[in-house]
């Protein structure tokens, strides 16, 4: 029994090895880049364990990246159907959540739309993309458009200007850090400023004239 047991945390040990790995260099690289091999080698075992637990790069990457990119707009739409929040709070919420998540993982927005522009279709419907456009958020921005509190525009254009906000200085990075002639540390200072600054500016662009 005992044999059993160890034999089953050896075996997600190392499923979960090959997952952080895949999510790397999926993440990092592109699928088209990123050779099984690489994969193996990144989590330290052998080609021919990687390929017991999936049998093919394109299941891994299947399995590996609708997981993240999931989780990422589930969270999305976490926030945006609490019906405890203002929409301001949820603002708040989304930008620092975002912000933070990106920090750690810098190289994930140009993976979502790289992606996202190869095969729109497939992981859009496998992400729930659609829920967060029928979320509570966008409820919240009609009934605040109508009573005139905000600018009257299309919902969308709140949202894209929130998410560019968020995503841009991540897919700029080099080319930020390099006119600004800073580091990542302080790159990153200025990153978590910008939870608190992002809400601001989203709150002067809702203003009515």
Known sequence: MAKAKKKETLDLTTEEKIRKAALKLFTKKGFAATRTRDISEEAGINLALL?????SKEKLFELVMTEVLQNFFKGITGIFN???TSLHQKIEIFVTRYTELLT???????????ELRI???KLGSKMGVNEVFKSYFFKQ????????????VHPLHYVINMIAMCVFPFIAAPLLKHLANIDTKNFNI??????ELVPRWMQAIMQTK
């Open 82 to 84: 609490d019906q405890e």
């Open 51 to 55: 390929n017991y637990y999936y049998r």
């Open 104 to 114: 750690q993982q810098p190289d994930l927005p140009l993976f979502i739309f790289h």
């Open 119 to 121: 095969n729109p279709e």
């Open 190 to 195: 200025l990153i978590a400023e910008r939870k």
């Open 141 to 152: 921005l009609q009934v605040e458009m109508d009573k005139k509190r905000i600018t009257a």
